[in-house]
């Protein structure tokens, strides 16, 4: 891995970290509610970055086996995935940006200029996926609209050039308005017990015998 390349990894890993940061106090209505993106919610932004992960490791894996690997990601994926419970998905998130972080950083030299090809896009060189995935992590974490918008990007993100359709999917977000956000608080209320038999019959005799409370 050269020096622009790791350089590159990085930042994306700060900007992963930035984003399970952020993930991991979002409460459950929150994670219910819309994102951004029409249609999907912010648990389904969260579960499309954890599948893209996946898919993003195997192209990997296969540039390291001189191989195309076919990409296996449906819409059906990430509902499953969006599904699971705040804690199961925040980990399912961190577990495969993980994976892919590992094969990123074991990825021997010569693999880097494998050209990769996916669905009808032009073939391009595996390096550029961590280049896409950083796209990816950065602006999906402002599609949750949690407060995260275009300017807290990094200026090394910011300015960086990108060719399409990522220098348009970036430049979109800049037309986001900045998103106040507080997390739903956790419900504290509990329903009164139940009064025992002792503390009924208590109340029933005082009522008989017109005791406070009474009209």
Known sequence: MDVALRQLNDQLDLGTQR?????????????RAPSLLPGWTRADVLAHLARGADAMRSLLAGARAGQQ?????????????????????VADLAASAMALRTVIR???NQAW?????IAD???FPAATLVTRRLVEVELHHCDLGIGYDAA?????????PLPEPMHSQRHERLGYQLQSYQPTPA???????APGAAQQR????????GGPGMA
């Open 121 to 123: 896009a032009e073939p």
């Open 106 to 108: 074991q990825l021997p």
């Open 69 to 89: 690997r076919p990409v296996r990601t449906s819409a059906r994926d990430r509902e499953v995935s969006a599904a699971q419970t705040p804690k199961d998905l």
């Open 187 to 193: 419900r504290t209320d509990r329903p009164a017990a």
């Open 19 to 31: 984003l399970l940061d952020a993930a991991r106090v979002l409460p459950e209505p929150d994670l």
């Open 113 to 117: 200029s494998f050209r990769l090809e």
């Open 152 to 160: 807290r990007w990094p200026a090394s993100f910011a300015e960086m």
């Open 202 to 209: 208590a109340l029933i005799l005082r009522s008989l015998s």
